[in-house]
């Protein structure tokens, strides 16, 4: 994918942690790739949303900096907070890239955050959460979003469940396949649990579709929607979201009521059993 922008330029500090497990070896450009890519997305939401500084952000997850580094080459005044249940990470990231350092929680309410930060980037967190944790999830980043701040996050979109329904190999191998592309064609969202993670930890893989999530949007009256860019961040779509309080009417529900169900889908069709192989 061409970039968005040219950052090529940048002093972007390329030290590696030797126990990033995001890296894989022979492929650390790919790495830096992707964080770049990160970085354009967020300079395209401060040109969405007029915003053409970003004093204060939060990475959440920060990793050991695979993004993070991008954004302290390009926003070199900014407070960065490193954000990670990777406690190996944030202490990277603190001592590397000059960032405030917080050990996340499994329940993000728990975190001590108010609404402070500008900006909220958000890389391939809520995309391995269940339905209730991935609403809490938005619920969060929402309420630590200062006023006309702006948060850009990923998601599994249409592309990994078609890539999936077509018999494509080596992409989440290690989950019920039939059971997700089951639920995401009822409903828009499903969420299967890693074969290796448990009850309490509850790690797994999350489709949400652009229909889904504009339901779910669209409650929250003090949010825009800037843009939906599938396929922007890798295989994830991108989400850039601006908080400008009380812009439009609540006649759509509020979060805090049951998400709103789509109506008259009939039962799953012949073609998708087909394609995951049930009879």
């Not at 993070?68 to 890239?97: E, K, M, P």
């Not at 999350?206 to 599938?230: F, G, H, K, N, T």
């Not at 309080?245 to 709103?260: D, I």
């Amino acid at each position: 994918m061409r970039p968005l922008y040219d950052f090529s330029q940048l002093p972007v500090d390329r030290t590696l942690a030797s126990d990033d497990g995001m890296v894989s070896a022979g492929l650390e450009e790919q790495y830096f790739d992707l964080g770049r890519r990160a970085l354009e997305l967020i300079h395209f939401s401060s040109v969405l949303c007029d915003k053409p500084h970003y004093p204060d952000i939060l990475d959440l997850p920060c990793g050991h900096g695979r993004v993070l580094r991008w954004l302290r080459a390009h926003y070199g005044y900014a407070n960065i907070t490193a954000c990670d249940l990777d406690r190996s990470g944030v202490d990277f990231c603190a001592r590397q890239f000059r960032a405030q350092p917080v050990y996340s929680q499994p329940d993000l309410r728990e975190l001590p955050f108010q609404a402070q930060f500008d900006l909220i980037w958000v890389g391939s967190l809520v995309t391995h959460l269940n339905q209730e944790r991935w609403l809490r999830t938005l619920d969060c980043l929402i309420r630590w979003t200062r006023e006309c701040g702006v948060i850009v996050f990923s998601t599994q979109g249409r592309t990994v469940p078609s890539l999936l329904a077509r018999g494509r190999r080596n992409i989440a191998e290690n989950i019920d396949k039939p059971a997700l592309l089951e639920e995401f064609a009822r409903s828009g969202f499903a969420y299967q649990r890693y074969f290796e993670s448990n009850p309490e930890e509850d790690y797994g893989l999350a489709l949400s579709s652009p229909e889904w999530l504009m339901r779910v949007l669209q409650r929250y009256p003090d949010v825009i929607v800037r843009a939906y860019l599938e396929e922007a961040w890798g295989m994830q779509d991108v989400v850039i979201l601006y908080k400008k309080a009380g812009h439009f009417e609540p006649l759509l529900g509020v979060p805090e009521s049951p998400l709103p169900q789509v109506k008259g889908l009939a039962e799953p069709r012949p073609w998708w059993q087909r394609l995951i192989g049930k009879s």
